[in-house]
């Protein structure tokens, strides 16, 4: 078997979004293309990337590809135009789109948590309520840590500026977040680990609501595996494999906690060259919890939000979720 990794940050396709959305069932394939980023809450598909068991569990005659994607946006766009079967997103994302085109199914959960809002520590910052006119970094506009703001924000009677509120958010590459925080540019941040645990050990930032206390704790869902519908209906037997893969994973990131963050630590100085502090990624993994089962609830609120911030023309999310293949695999265990 060959795994083929490509590193893609799409443009935007615009017309071209929906152009293969027409496409029938009949794609039974002997290939499979899985989509992930290179972040802390994709460790499971890394993990099992790098231990093989994707290789394993679809055997020989199947060629995997891999591709890398720097936000949802991106990652929606390849799947809706067939450019990724399968793999691993924000669960905001993947609702946003599934309502312009119902394409995909949300088909397993993979982490909840691992999302914290920080404050600079000069920014006299110490409660939701106090970001009353601040400027608050997020990964991206309709991203999963945006949404989850929304939420705190809504709580403590603040909106977003977008909204007439009072509450900037300006969306940022997590990693650059560090050098805003330092230079003054920013005042907050709703993060993904592991930058929470960076910001608080390198720029002394204060952490205002830590994985148990950003929007819905720990049953945050922070990442999910989505697949396009036609290529898992002309092709169960491989998501089934993918997804017994995605088991494997996660067994493996509980298991063997140590071994897994050097595993990703690895993998992300092999895709982007950049090497992550051991003992600090270490730490934020405490905050991940990786996980199979999927919080319809969670969902369902979030689709609301976003929604109500109008990144989606509707919040019922019915036929989103699949547990066809999920439940064949335990079924099977």
Not at 89 to 110: C, D, K, L, W
Not at 295 to 319: C, H, P, R
Request: hydrophobic share 40%.
């Amino acid at each position: 078997m060959r795994i083929k990794r490509n590193l893609k940050h799409f443009a935007s396709a615009g017309a071209a979004l929906f152009l293969l959305a027409g496409c029938g069932s009949d794609e039974e394939a002997d290939e499979l293309t899985i989509g992930y980023f290179p972040n802390f809450t994709h460790i499971t598909t890394i993990v099992a990337l790098e231990n093989g068991y994707f290789e394993e569990e679809l055997g020989e005659q199947v060629s995997i590809d891999t591709s890398t994607f720097p936000d949802g946006s991106t990652f929606m766009e390849a799947m809706s135009t067939n450019e990724i079967d399968v793999g691993t997103v924000g669960p905001s994302p993947a609702t946003q789109i599934y309502f312009r085109n119902p394409e995909h199914n949300i088909i397993a959960g993979a982490v909840n948590g691992g999302a914290v809002l920080a404050a600079r520590s000069d920014a006299d910052i110490n409660s939701v309520e106090d970001l009353d006119g601040a400027n608050v970094a997020i990964p991206t506009i309709g991203s999963t840590q945006d949404i989850m703001l929304r939420a705190e924000l809504a709580e403590a009677g603040l909106a977003p500026t977008s909204d007439g509120g009072t509450v900037n958010l300006m969306p940022q590459a997590p990693a650059d977040t560090s050098t805003l925080f330092l230079q003054g540019d920013v005042d907050a941040a709703a993060t993904q680990e592991p930058w929470g645990v960076y910001l608080e050990n390198q720029v002394d930032a204060d952490i205002i609501l830590d994985e148990d206390e950003f929007a819905w704790g720990r049953e945050s869902t922070t990442t999910v595996v989505v697949s396009r519908t036609s290529y898992s209906e002309a092709n169960p037997e491989l998501i089934e494999g993918y997804l017994r893969a995605h088991l494997r994973a996660i067994d493996y990131i509980e298991e063997n906690q140590e071994d897994a963050v050097q595993t990703f630590i690895t993998h992300i100085e092999d895709i982007t060259g950049s090497e992550l502090d051991f003992e600090e990624t270490l730490e934020a993994s405490n905050r991940l919890n990786p996980t199979y089962e999927i919080n319809e609830d969670v969902l369902q609120e979030m689709a609301t939000i976003s929604y109500e911030a109008e990144y989606a023309s509707s919040d019922e999310i019915d036929g989103l979720v699949n547990y066809t293949y999920l439940d064949a695999v335990l079924n099977d265990d």
